[in-house]
């Protein structure tokens, strides 16, 4: 990173010595400004214009499926990005796309408690979550004082009733304390949701592809871009899925196609930066060239250029291994001379 990144106008971090002296240091709120000078490093590739004209329509043109306000192109970085972290497995699912993961939550309550049978008499699910929990969740669960759902604290002390249902979110890594996670609830009639806003490698390890029936993302975290106000979903249940599009179109008639297609190409260039070729830590060559195929050792020596001969390594002396683990400055001098070689084509 360079550094000279971090000493400009929206840094309020690095004033005078004096200021910072008195500055408030708002560690409050958990917003993701730490990745603004990876952002300012990707200049360009990260840069989005969007004509006049382009994405005025309410629908997308994955209108015809389920989630009909999604951007195809910001579906297409998910799978991408889920495919080449190794964080969730997407195959079988829709993607549903929200207005950050708040409103993903807000959906999700509400899918998870509206019957299809629309018992009149139905009591509030009651929603859970293992202490210490996200704070955003207990106001979120309450907000509208729904007759379909309340919240009902800590999922540990939690009392289930018989067979009647209740939901379980289940946030791992876990905000506030990074613990990872499983449901503390284990029945039948409980329904899980998995918010995985921190399951990237940059915030755990990696324990290979989530699995869960809903799980929730967002490029708040993801990439750092809280402000696009980006969230997704990867729902099994077709039922599920369908009811959250309903929130949503009730909600906010769909997402911005504007953020969304933001989003996409953050994601892009995310996944782009892992798309590298395969870089090996050796070289494995072979000499062709009938008057050096005898020993190819000895024609990298001829230029000051040590090998290790393919004899080593029960191959034969056409091949050598040249190591690609040195300073830069060795290898630059190693690659000017094979190409003002007169043996390589
Ligand atoms: N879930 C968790 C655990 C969070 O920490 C946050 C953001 N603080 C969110 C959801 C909501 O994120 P957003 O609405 O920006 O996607």
Same mark, same amino acid.
């Given at each position: 990173l360079n550094p000279h990144h971090s000493h400009n106008e929206l840094d309020l971090s690095s004033t005078s010595p004096t200021g910072d002296k008195d500055a408030v240091v708002n560690? &409050?709120?958990? &917003?993701?400004?730490?990745f603004e000078p990876f952002w300012k490093e990707s200049g360009q590739k990260s840069t989005v214009v969007i004509s006049g004209w382009h994405s005025m329509s309410y629908f997308s043109a994955a209108g015809a499926q389920l989630c009909w306000f999604l951007e195809p192109s910001f579906a297409k970085e998910v799978r991408r990005l889920h495919a080449i972290v190794g964080n969730a497995i997407t195959d079988n699912r829709p993607v549903i796309v929200g207005v950050g993961s708040t409103q993903l939550i807000h959906a999700v309550f509400f899918a998870l408690s509206s019957s299809s049978s629309g018992e009149p008499n139905q009591q509030p699910v009651p929603i859970v979550s293992a202490?210490?929990?996200?704070?955003m969740y207990p106001g979120i669960a309450d907000l509208l004082k729904s007759r379909l759902f309340h919240w009902a604290g800590d999922a540990s002390t939690f009392k289930e009733g018989g067979n009647s249902s209740f939901i379980e979110i289940v946030c791992s890594p876990n905000n506030p304390d990074g613990a990872i996670r499983r449901a503390v609830l284990d029945s039948e009639a409980g329904k899980q949701v998995h918010d995985l806003a921190y399951y990237w490698p940059q915030y755990t390890p990696m324990r290979g592809p989530a699995d869960e029936d809903i799980m929730l993302f967002t490029v708040s975290k993801a990439t750092g871009h809280a402000g696009t106000r980006i969230g997704w979903a990867l729902v099994k249940d077709a039922d599920v899925a369908r009811k959250m599009v309903k929130f949503i179109e009730m909600n906010?008639?769909?997402?911005s196609k504007d953020s969304q297609i933001r989003a996409a190409r953050i994601l892009q260039v995310v996944s782009d930066g892992y798309d590298l070729p395969d870089s090996k830590a050796f070289a494995w060559l072979r000499c062709d060239d009938e008057s050096i195929k005898d020993d190819c050792e000895g024609f990298f020596k001829s230029m000051k250029v040590l090998t290790r001969s393919g004899k080593h390594f029960g191959a034969g002396p056409e091949y050598v291994r040249i190591s690609m683990l040195d300073r830069a400055h060795n290898f630059n001098l190693f690659v000017e001379r094979i190409s003002s070689s007169r043996g390589l084509g």
């Open positions: 560690l &409050d709120h958990g &917003d993701p400004t730490m202490a210490p929990y996200y704070s906010s008639i769909g997402v």
